[in-house]
């Protein structure tokens, strides 16, 4: 499955954006999807992830009520709705998938997109 995420961009403080990551070459539906960033100078972490029907879904604790994760099967896309965004944002945010099983651990994924930038300023 190839992956494409989209949406990054430079926002304000407080500001919101909505990153989506599409895929090709092999349905979503069967396959946990995560978010994970990478700031400049430090190792990938784990933003949020969904299971494959939806049901389950994660959050690291610095983003949990300001992040929403969602997918829509239909449309073979998973979102990742990020509110009141700061600087500590700011970072490269990759979509990954795996198959099977639900993680929160960067290393259980085997699908990755090319990432997408945000940038937050103060």
């Known amino acids: 499955v190839q992956l494409q995420a989209s949406g990054g961009g430079m926002v304000q403080a407080g500001d919101s954006l909505r990153l989506s990551c599409a895929a090709s070459?092999?349905?979503?539906?069967?396959?946990?999807v995560g978010w994970f960033r990478q700031a400049p100078g430090k190792e990938r972490e784990f933003v949020a992830a969904i299971s494959w029907s939806g049901a389950t879904t994660s959050y690291a604790d610095s983003v949990k009520g300001r992040y929403a994760i969602s997918r829509d099967n239909a449309k073979n896309t998973v979102s990742l709705q990020m509110n009141s965004l700061a600087p500590e944002d700011t970072a490269v945010y990759y979509c990954?998938?795996?198959?099977?099983?639900?993680?929160?651990?960067?290393?259980?994924?085997?699908?990755w997109g090319q990432g997408t930038l945000v940038t937050v300023s103060s």
């Open positions: 070459g092999r349905t979503l539906s069967t396959l946990t």
């Open positions: 990954a998938a795996r198959v099977p099983g639900y993680s929160l651990n960067v290393r259980d994924y085997t699908y």
